[in-house]
């Protein structure tokens, strides 16, 4: 589904992206997982093309990203954004709906979308009116979650979701999260620095550091086939999952 090859990403002279290789298949979680600074983030923006790369190829459903194409890649691609990313003077029903309002969707096929969406990610329907002050953390989330999803896409970005929340929240989306990762059969890439958010997430996950990955591969070969000293700094600094 998606597929990166020798991508480099320079910001002035920093490399913040080092000859990255990498493959998303099709209907699965990938992580990319690392400490702030890695580059995680950006590589997601380059999947969208919110940020363009300076060398190599990254592709999507096959297609070579281009200045062409770009706009309707982009509609096979939802994006949660670290802590949301709602528009403050909208309510939550508008947050969800810019898009689809966008596309000139009817509104009978905006609304029975938003009634799939809300039964979807267990959102209260009352908070449809709401603004996102007035919403809780989780509720923004799913709201976020909801925005991403409105127009039915075949890819789900997510960078650090979960990251801003309380535990308990954070307890309770990541279990609904992974539900509707199942029942969507969706290709998912999350990003996240919490190496037990990964392994309940993943099915494969990817470590960077510095740019560069360190190692891919599910999270048996990465707890227990750690390839150098900074995966195995990286797996104890995180005690209670070890």
């Known amino acids: 589904m998606i597929e990166l090859r020798n991508v480099t990403k ?39 093309g919110l940020t363009k790369h300076d060398n190599g190829s990254v592709k999507v459903e096959g ?7 770009i706009s309707e890649i982009r509609r096979k691609i939802g994006f949660v954004i670290q802590e949301g990313g709602l528009f403050p003077h909208l309510s939550a029903r508008k947050n969800i709906s810019l898009m689809a ?7 009978s096929k905006i609304s029975n979308r938003i009634k799939e969406l809300v039964t979807l990610t267990k959102f209260p329907n009352e908070g449809l009116t709401k603004y996102p002050v007035q919403l809780s953390g989780g509720q923004r989330q799913r709201v976020s979650l909801m925005r991403a999803l409105m127009l039915d896409p075949h890819i789900l970005l997510l960078d650090e979701p979960l990251g801003a ?11 609904d999260l992974k539900e509707i990762f199942q029942k969507l059969n969706k290709t998912v890439v999350m990003v996240t620095h919490d190496l037990s958010e990964a392994v309940y997430f993943g099915e494969k996950i990817i470590l960077m550091n510095n740019g560069k990955i360190v190692q891919s591969g599910n999270s048996i070969e990465l707890l227990d086939k750690p390839k150098n000293d900074f995966v195995e700094k990286f797996i104890n600094a995180q005690r209670s999952l070890r």
Do not use: H, M
């Open 10 to 48: 320079y910001f002035n002279q920093d490399r913040a992206l080092d000859n990255i290789s990498l493959t998303a298949e099709t209907g699965k979680t990938t992580v990319i997982i690392g400490q702030s600074g890695c580059g995680k983030s950006t590589l997601l923006r380059i999947i969208t």
């Open 63 to 69: 297609n070579e990203i281009t200045d062409k194409n």
């Open 101 to 107: 309002e966008y596309l000139k969707w009817s509104e």
């Open 165 to 175: 929340l309380d535990p308990l929240i954070r307890y309770d989306l990541q279990t």
